[in-house]
Nanobody, 114 residues
Framework: VQLVESGGGLVRPGGSLRLSCAAS????????MAWYRQAPGKQRDLLAL???????NYADSVKGRFTISRDNAKNTVYLQMNSLKPEDTAVYYC?????????WGQGTLVTVSS
């Protein structure tokens, strides 16, 4: 499974961005997809996860501001991020799961700054 993120960039506080993660390879075997982020000097944290059935769960830190969705026809998962804050600045990673196997994208940088 190969995952390629896109959509990161510089945004002002209060702004929005939509990240995309395009999957290729054994996509039919993927059980769930997720978004993580890692700020400098910090651990990588799970933000949101969506199952093949479309059920989604969120970390408290982003609940109500971020929305994960998927387009199965395009093998793509999205993360819509609204009301961004400077503390949302991080590298955002897409993650795909096949059983206990985890696959990662290369990450996309999101910078929230005025």
């Amino acid at each position: 499974v190969q995952l390629v993120e896109s959509g990161g960039g510089l945004v002002r506080p209060g702004g929005s961005l939509r990240l995309s993660c395009a999957a290729s390879g054994r996509v039919s075997s993927i059980n769930a997809m997720a978004w993580y982020r890692q700020a400098p000097g910090k651990q990588r944290d799970l933000l949101a996860l969506i199952t093949t059935g479309g059920s989604a769960n969120y970390a408290d830190s982003v609940k109500g501001r971020f929305t994960i969705s998927r387009d199965n026809a395009k093998n793509t998962v999205y993360l819509q991020m609204n009301s961004l804050k400077p503390e949302d600045t991080a590298v955002y990673y897409c993650n795909g799961r096949i059983g206990v196997l985890l696959f990662w994208g290369q990450g996309t940088l999101v910078t929230v700054s005025s």
